[in-house]
């Protein structure tokens, strides 16, 4: 994997303020060593030497950065962002192991079976994962240094999935997302508290906010190559060819035209981006914000996973009602139908009747 950063030590002090490793000096001289683009003669313009998605070609012209531009949002802006808006950002969107494509992910050996690991399953556990949406005297929180590069690097997301596009959004590494940052001044470079707080929300011990979900990448800029994914009509989404796609096609000659893909493979950088919407959203609670969505890094949506609804029903499709649905049911009868979060599940997650367990 060309590029591409690798974890080589342990992240200090992970849970108290922002720790300046080697791993968030890499992530630095990244941002800073991808290839300078070279500048279009005729025009004056930086261009990009690889544009995988496409950018270009809608009709967004990059322009020469100057090295400290960043977005240019005060915390009180960020702050008054009203709530809708990272709801929004937080919905979710809507392989077999010896398939997956993942480059940087785990190998297939290396992927578990689907069961956590031996927990304590006492009230406690079963409590957060019932009220998943509450908050515990245990709770882990983002320090209040942090909390104003939450919301910059909030705004920096989406205002990345907005030059790229929703879909192209789903598939982008942190490689190519830094790059874009260099040379799209609608995104901005990003800053060294923002590498450093991407690093700790990726390289953190999950179960230290009380999330039992296995790690399926190990590297940040793991990416997913666009050549193995499918973009599955009318949903805007993708998933990865094989497994998964002929699941999900399955799903839909068996059920009908009632059921919809509302959210396929997903990357590092999407899953970020989800994480820090529904950290934001939940207080600065990151153990509540791993109860609703897998830490970056444990998403099963990175390699196979994908999300399904009723046609028409929007966010409710994200909710427990969705188990109420005549889909869901049918889905229940179908017998192959498996759903990787359960009621009372051992993860320390949320019942996701939505989420199709393929890996």
Excluded at 125 to 132: E, G, M, S, Y
Excluded at 268 to 289: D, E, G, P, T
Excluded at 322 to 342: N, P
Aim: glycine share 8%; proline share 5%.
């Amino acid at each position: 994997m060309r590029g591409n950063v690798k974890r080589r030590d342990v992240l200090a002090g992970i849970l108290g303020g922002v720790g300046f490793t080697a791993g968030n000096a890499c992530l630095w001289h990244l941002a800073d060593k991808h290839s300078t683009p070279a500048a279009s003669a005729d025009s004056g313009h930086v261009v990009l030497d690889d544009d995988p998605y496409n950018v270009m070609k809608e009709g967004l012209k990059p322009v020469q950065i100057e090295p400290e531009t960043v977005i240019r949002a005060t915390v009180g802006e960020a702050t008054d962002l009203p709530d809708s808006a990272y709801v929004k950002a937080a919905q979710p969107e809507a392989l077999k192991p010896s398939t997956a494509k993942l480059e940087g992910g785990l190998k297939p050996e290396q992927l578990d079976k689907g069961e956590p690991p031996v927990v304590d399953t006492s009230t406690d556990l079963l409590d957060k994962v019932r009220n998943f949406d509450g908050d515990f005297v245990d709770d882990v929180y983002l320090t209040e240094a942090e909390r104003p590069t939450l919301h910059s690097l909030f705004l920096r997301f989406e205002n990345a999935e907005k030059v790229i596009g929703h879909g192209n959004f789903n598939l982008l590494s942190f490689d190519k997302l830094f790059q874009y940052g260099r040379n799209f001044s609608q995104i901005g470079r990003f800053t060294k508290p923002e590498f450093a707080l991407i690093d700790k929300l990726f390289f953190t011990e999950a179960e230290n906010y009380g999330f039992f979900g296995r790690r399926v990448t190990t590297e940040l800029t793991a990416r997913i190559p666009v050549e193995d994914t499918v973009k599955i009509p009318r949903s805007g989404h993708f998933l990865l060819k094989g497994d998964a796609t002929s699941q999900y096609e399955k799903l839909q000659r068996d059920i009908g035209d009632s059921i919809i893909l509302t959210s396929g493979i997903r990357g590092n950088v999407k899953q970020m981006h989800l994480f820090v919407a529904k950290c934001l959203s939940s207080n600065y609670n990151l153990s509540r914000a791993s109860r609703s969505l897998a830490p970056p890094g444990h998403s099963y949506h990175g390699i196979g996973d994908f999300d399904v609804g009723r046609v028409g029903w929007g966010y409710a499709n994200f909710t427990d009602k969705f188990a109420q649905t005549d889909e869901f049911k049918r889905m229940q009868d179908l017998g192959y139908v498996r759903i990787r979060y359960t009621q009372d599940n051992r993860f320390g997650v949320r019942f996701e009747p939505w989420h199709i367990k393929v890996v």
